[in-house]
DNA sequence: TCTTTAGATTAGGCACATCTAATTCAGAAA
DNA sequence: TTTCTGAATTAGATGTGCCTAATCTAAAGA
């Protein structure tokens, strides 16, 4: 069959690790609270500089991955946050595996998962998924989205804005500051640890905080920086709310 | 401080996955014959086009990793090799820790430790290597380099190139074709399995082979592009070579 | 309402790794 | 020795993702 007419060019859409790292941090912004992240928040998660930021969301824009008007704040369409939790399945259970298999600690899996996500394939995720018997958890207590993006986030509250008498248990600790996990795990404080908060310091200084259960409990003042990592879980039963 | 006098700029080495593969391929070509490869044939191999390579390779020598007089053939130098090495080590371990651990096929492996070998870590790879043991040779019966770069390669001889009568026992099987790999695998030749050449057919026919020791051996024809893949190491006993 | 200003966007470039097309070279053939 | 030919190199261009500098805009303050 001959060609005829005119020929037409089909933009083919490129997943380059960079488009991955975009949607990632887009929806990792919106991921415990509800706000959509701005054009230079974008930019400092990234590491770039504004304009980068500029014309890159409008090549996300092309391809479907993202809503945005100029000069307003951006948000991922479904295909873009499909996009997005599958690189976020990927980071978690990566994370998981370098802990448990490799004997990573708490602190180092964070860069090497940075690394790994995007070279990987989906075999080798699903082979990892399973070697560690499907966690729904990563060591951080983030929820790994499922293989068809299903997701359940824990309601959590973040620690910083609990008022005294509030008791719960870590649920989620902020994975993006190394030294804190070092900090954390020194101190024991880890992930599931009952807490109560037994008050606040005078002039916005730190929280007091009750860490364990029983007779094993110790107390702690916790600075702002430390308090705004942590998640905590009511211990009162309350619903789940799940994203898809 | 003022600054004074003219700015100095320092060229930094950029290790790319580009400069990884090129060194990688540049290395495996003299792995087991020791002609140096040419521009073209470097093309072919990492897929792109003459022109590309010629450019590349003026990279490479500015970065000290490469020597080459223009028309003439493409050797590493010391600092190359080293490199090279290491990314041979990583494939390697990679090909091993994903057939050991995740359940990968002989033939899978290959494609998932290419992309893989660009991205993990230096500690990703000795915590591999130490939950696999430390091991010296590869699924295919490649030697892995140690970490300083020393690898010692097996004494063995191209399976195409050997006279009726010989006897030995597979010791390497080229990586680079999984339907080959998944042929041999169906077909019970693995490594470290005796073999006997019993002799040629007329008119460059197929090799014929005798596979297996005592009383459980079989009998195969050989084309010629899969004896070309299959190495063996002579029975009687010989010095192995080294390589630093 | 007008002005200011911080944040967002466009304009113009750069580095990298690739391509096609044109040119040059080395070594074999005459 | 000269000619030829295929391999190698250079020239010029592309796409991606980043930058700085200049410009624009929306929303807050006067």
Same mark, same amino acid.
């Given at each position: 069959?001959?060609?005829?007419?005119?020929?037409?060019?089909?933009?083919?859409v490129?997943?380059?690790s960079?488009?991955?790292?975009?949607?990632?941090?887009?929806? &990792?912004?919106?991921? #415990?609270?509800?706000?959509?992240?701005?054009s230079?928040?974008?930019?400092?998660?990234?590491?770039?500089?504004?304009?980068s930021?500029?014309?890159m969301?409008?090549?996300?824009?092309?391809?479907?991955?993202?809503?945005?008007?100029?000069?307003?704040?951006?948000?991922?369409?479904?295909?873009?946050?499909?996009?997005?939790?599958?690189?976020?399945?990927?980071?978690?259970?990566?994370?998981?595996?370098?802990?448990?298999e490799?004997?990573?600690?708490?602190?180092?899996?964070?860069?090497? &998962?940075?690394?790994?996500?995007?070279?990987?394939?989906?075999?080798?995720?699903?082979?990892?998924?399973?070697?560690?018997?499907?966690?729904q958890?990563?060591?951080?207590?983030?929820?790994?989205?499922?293989?068809?993006?299903?997701?359940?986030?824990?309601?959590?509250?973040?620690?910083?804005?609990?008022?005294a008498?509030?008791?719960?248990?870590?649920?989620?600790?902020?994975?993006?500051?190394?030294?804190?996990?070092?900090?954390?795990?020194?101190?024991?404080?880890?992930?599931?640890?009952?807490i109560?908060?037994?008050?606040?310091?005078?002039?916005?200084?730190?929280?007091?905080v009750?860490?364990?259960?029983?007779?094993?409990?110790?107390?702690?003042?916790?600075?702002?920086?430390?308090?705004? &990592?942590? #998640?905590?879980?009511?211990?009162h039963?309350h619903?789940?709310?799940?994203?898809?």
């Open positions: 069959m001959k060609p005829h007419g005119k020929v037409e060019f089909v933009k083919v490129t997943k380059s960079t488009v991955e790292d975009y949607v990632k941090v887009i929806y &990792a912004f919106t991921e #415990w609270q509800d706000k959509a992240i701005t230079s928040q974008l930019a400092v998660r990234l590491g770039v500089a504004n304009s930021v500029s014309e969301v409008r090549k996300l824009k092309e391809q479907g991955l993202v809503h945005h008007q100029p000069y307003s704040a951006i948000k991922l369409t479904e295909r873009g946050t499909v996009l997005a939790l599958a690189m976020v399945r990927r980071h978690r259970l990566l994370e998981t595996y370098l802990m448990r490799l004997g990573y600690g708490w602190d180092e899996v964070h860069d090497e &998962a940075e690394l790994l996500e995007h070279a990987v394939s989906d075999k080798f995720i699903e082979r990892m998924s399973s070697k560690l018997g499907h966690p958890r990563d060591p951080h207590g983030d929820p790994i989205p499922a293989p068809d993006g299903t997701i359940s986030l824990p309601d959590a509250t973040l620690l910083s804005l609990l008022d008498g509030h008791r719960g248990k870590i649920t989620r600790i902020s994975d993006d500051n190394p030294e804190l996990l070092r900090y954390l795990a020194h101190q024991d404080i880890t992930l599931d640890a009952d109560e908060v037994l008050g606040q310091r005078p002039f916005g200084g730190s929280l007091m009750r860490i364990g259960s029983g007779t094993d409990t110790a107390d702690f003042d916790v600075p702002e920086e430390v308090s705004s &990592a942590l #998640w905590v879980e009511s211990t039963p619903a789940d709310c799940t994203l898809t």
